[in-house]
């Protein structure tokens, strides 16, 4: 049965981890999720542009192009920008309070809700032990993690022909190594930390590429995904509430005018 999607509004959305210049983001889906969502404030946190692949091999097709103009639309119409820099795209660090095209460059913020719960916007990468004292290692594991979606394209070329699911090896082999580590718990842990350090209700943040939203004591952790492989976002309705929004789910069984996409991907996520 398909659904019949209409723009959504939103008090706030916040997304992060769309790595623009690697060849693995979803920018199609990107540029739907954004046709058919508006808000008064848009939050960018963090590893938007992925520099460290562009510094290796310069990948920017039209898609790139696309979702920078959109992003730039929506700011000359009204819609308030916030970019809040990653690890990945650090280099807009330097340029604190500094506005590019009417979207605003910060650190971090503080985020009042509706409700009047206030919540710690950051990116999260300061508190990843690996990319803060172990450099090397962490290039080392992004070369790794383009590695993995490489094996993807392979492996869902030889389930289908096998006609079999789709299956994430990145997914997996990224949890793995995770779980190996408690990771994900302890990145949670510390950054909720954080947030009570700062005497505020909750966290929003990026990084790990994990979406989820869930009470870690007294602080509401907060985590918006990524668009590399969930494809999400989080929204904040008027009334202050909060949503997790899945593009991809929606987008395969919704009426969309959905830009083109490599058959190969359409193909994959159809069979998730």
Aim: hydrophobic fraction near 45%; include cysteine.
């Amino acid at each position: 049965m398909t659904v019949t999607t209409e723009t959504r509004h939103f008090r706030t959305l916040f997304i992060s981890d769309i790595h623009l210049g690697s060849k693995a983001a979803r920018t199609d889906f990107l540029l739907d999720f954004l046709r058919y969502h508006e808000a008064e404030t848009l939050v960018l946190v963090g590893d938007i542009v992925d520099g460290w692949r562009l510094k290796r091999n310069w990948y920017w097709p039209q898609g790139c192009n696309d979702v920078v103009q959109k992003l730039l639309r929506k700011a000359r119409k009204g819609t308030r920008i916030v970019y809040i820099p990653g690890n990945h795209d650090e280099f807009l660090r330097s340029f604190p309070g500094v506005h590019f095209g009417g979207i605003e460059v910060a650190e971090r913020m503080i985020h009042e809700a509706a409700d009047g719960k206030r919540y710690l916007v950051l990116h999260g990468d300061e508190f990843d032990v690996v990319v803060r004292n172990i450099r090397l290692l962490a290039y080392l594991g992004d070369w790794a993690y383009d590695a993995a979606i490489a094996i993807n394209v392979v492996l869902a070329a030889i389930r289908r022909k096998l006609h079999l699911p789709y299956w994430s090896f990145s997914a997996w082999a990224k949890l793995q190594v995770k779980q190996a580590i408690n990771f994900i718990g302890e990145f949670q842990n510390v950054v909720a930390e954080e947030a009570r350090r700062n005497n505020v209700d909750g966290v929003i943040c990026g990084h790990i590429h994990h979406a989820t939203m869930e009470d870690i004591g007294d602080i509401r952790y907060i985590n918006t995904g990524d668009w590399v492989e969930s494809c999400t976002a989080i929204a904040e309705h008027i009334d202050g509430t909060f949503e997790l929004i899945s593009w991809q789910k929606i987008a395969l069984t919704a009426d969309i005018k959905a830009l083109p996409m490599p058959k190969d991907k359409r193909e994959d996520m159809q069979a998730a």
